[in-house]
């Protein structure tokens, strides 16, 4: 069935956009290949693997899981090992979420350097 619209870009509010878009290189193994002041682009491909960093000033981290600050929206990544991408993640500048909230292990959370939280899955 085709839709109205191809899927195009995951757009992420943030204070940095390069640093941002760094981190999500280093996590995703996808190339910076867009940089303007305001706008930072990691790809591998294009559409859909695609994510866009956009300057917003007055950024707002989610507190999640406190419903004043919602997550917004968060990505679910899969790796092969939770315990060695855990660690990986966090030498790049994640933290691990206080708020575990699987109960047999199958995902953890963290919060990307700008407060987006982000999902480690087994698959």
Request: charge should be negative; hydrophobic fraction near 40%; glycine fraction near 6%.
């Amino acid at each position: 069935m085709g839709g109205i619209a191809k899927f195009r870009t995951v757009v992420v509010d943030c204070p940095d956009p390069r640093a941002l878009a760094d981190f999500y290189a280093a996590l995703l193994g996808w190339p910076v290949t867009s940089v303007e002041d305001d706008w930072v682009v990691v790809s591998d491909g294009g559409p859909p693997k695609r994510l866009a960093f956009q300057l917003a000033p007055d950024h707002q981290p989610p507190a999640w899981p406190d419903p004043d600050r919602p997550q917004q929206f968060h990505l679910d990544v899969t790796v092969d090992d939770l315990d060695e991408a855990e660690a990986q993640v966090i030498k790049i500048g994640a933290t691990k979420h206080a708020h575990q909230p699987s109960e047999d292990d199958d995902f953890r959370v963290f919060l990307d350097p700008a407060g987006h939280p982000f999902c480690l899955c087994r698959d």
